[in-house]
Nanobody, 121 residues
């Protein structure tokens, strides 16, 4: 059973930084795409950033230039460095691990339990 363990959330002032970590339990980590999503009450979960198995990255427009996603295959861990945080970044952040076919079709994915990020003075 795949387990994704997130950490690093918390309370930070506007303009501050946090780094989220997501440790995956299985050795298939290197073959999967890893992503961070976020969700606020009453809204759909939205993509924040993703890093593919090949190392390519994709960011939502609202975090470009502020957030950086990276992965460490030796540690089966993906990180989200969040800088210049804004109150509107407040949300529960979820880690996602997805296995896709070469054409991009989803085979399966897993979700972490979520970690709360609150940006407030």
């Amino acid at each position: 059973q795949v387990q994704l363990v997130e950490s690093g959330g918390g309370l930070v002032q506007p303009g501050g930084s946090l780094r989220l970590s997501c440790a995956a339990s299985r050795s298939i980590f290197s073959a999967t795409d890893m992503g961070w999503y976020r969700q606020t009450p009453g809204k759909q979960r939205e993509l924040v950033a993703e890093v593919t198995s090949g190392g390519g990255t994709n960011y939502a427009e609202f975090v470009k230039g502020r957030f950086t996603i990276s992965r460490d295959s030796a540690k089966n861990t993906v990180y989200l460095q969040m800088n210049s945080l804004k109150p509107e970044d407040t949300a529960v952040y979820y880690c996602n691990q997805a296995l896709r076919t070469p054409s991009g079709s989803l085979v399966y994915d897993y979700w972490g339990q979520g970690t709360q990020v609150t940006v407030s003075s």
